[in-house]
């Protein structure tokens, strides 16, 4: 099963569903396609709900700071929601905790964008 | 030679659809020699970077190219041979990945979470016979356990 997205606008950010692997080849080339063409639109707040992720490898964590660092170095935010257990624990492992802000409740993440534009 | 094991072989093109395929089998094997669920996925992990470097590093993806897997099942352990048909490469020249200047880099983790998630990995590469790499993950018995002190 490959990687599916669907993404929905609230206030200012941008919601990515993400369900699926997000691994080398397919998976990672949608992620960075869909990344890229948000920032193209000029939606620089985006918000990746991984809680339908089954699988993801090196090359899927490479991949999201990759965007991370992308959408930054444009001025915008990436941040995370919903990780289930393994990805947690991957982000842990990697010591990429701490570099992504990562969220369990979605309205509280939403807030975080709204409350740091206006900062 | 594995003269008491259990051996599980398979042959895999050299084709990103077929990491599937060795998880899969990664997944019955590890589940057969008796490795918990958490065990199980570490297990699966290793063996899928293993294999998609072996695709993708070694055999370059030429799908004319070969990996192969053996599963060695012992009593105490299990042991997975994974081989490519490529040039190899020497994992002691690989940067860390948790010092902070490799931290936002984008590739170089995938050994890393190899090294992480079993209990031995070992990289075999001889020049014209590719490259292979030896994962071991010990089985935690009743006997091997270390012993835990409970009441008061």
């Not at chain 1, 669907?6 to 691994?23: A, I, K, L, P």
């Not at chain 1, 949608?30 to 890229?36: F, K, V």
Request: proline fraction near 2%.
């Amino acid at each position: 099963m490959s990687m599916k997205a669907t993404v929905r606008q609230v206030n200012s950010v941008t919601v990515v569903d993400m369900s699926g692997r997000v691994t080398l080849g397919e998976g990672c080339t949608q992620l960075r396609e869909l990344i890229r063409e948000q920032l193209g639109k000029g939606n620089k707040h985006l918000l990746l709900n991984l809680a339908d992720v089954t699988y993801i490898d090196s090359s899927g964590i490479g991949e999201l700071v990759s965007g991370f660092t992308t959408v930054s170095n444009q001025g915008g935010q990436l941040k995370l929601l919903n990780l289930t257990k393994k990805v947690h624990d991957l982000l842990q492992i990697t010591k990429l905790y701490t570099v992504f802000d990562v969220h369990e409740d979605e309205a509280k993440a939403i807030s975080s964008f709204e409350k740091s534009a206006k900062a | 030679m594995a003269a008491d094991a259990s051996v599980v072989e398979v042959v895999l093109e050299s084709d990103l659809k077929n990491v599937e395929v060795a998880e899969e089998v990664t997944r019955r094997v590890s589940s057969t020699a008796g490795f918990d669920e958490d065990d199980q996925h570490k297990i699966d992990m290793a063996v899928h970077e293993s294999v998609i470097n072996a695709i993708w590093h070694g055999n370059k993806n030429d799908p004319s190219k070969h990996v192969w897997l053996r599963f060695e099942i012992f009593r105490d352990r299990l042991e997975i041979h994974i081989r490519d048909q490529g040039n190899g490469y020497d994992p002691s020249h690989l940067p860390d990945p948790l010092l902070a200047e490799n931290l936002l880099n984008v590739s170089g983790r995938g050994i890393f979470l190899i090294r992480t998630f079993m209990d031995e990995f070992r990289v075999e590469s001889r020049a014209g016979q590719g490259t292979e790499v030896v994962l071991v993950k010990r089985l935690h018995t009743d006997n091997s356990a270390p012993s835990r002190r409970e009441g008061p």
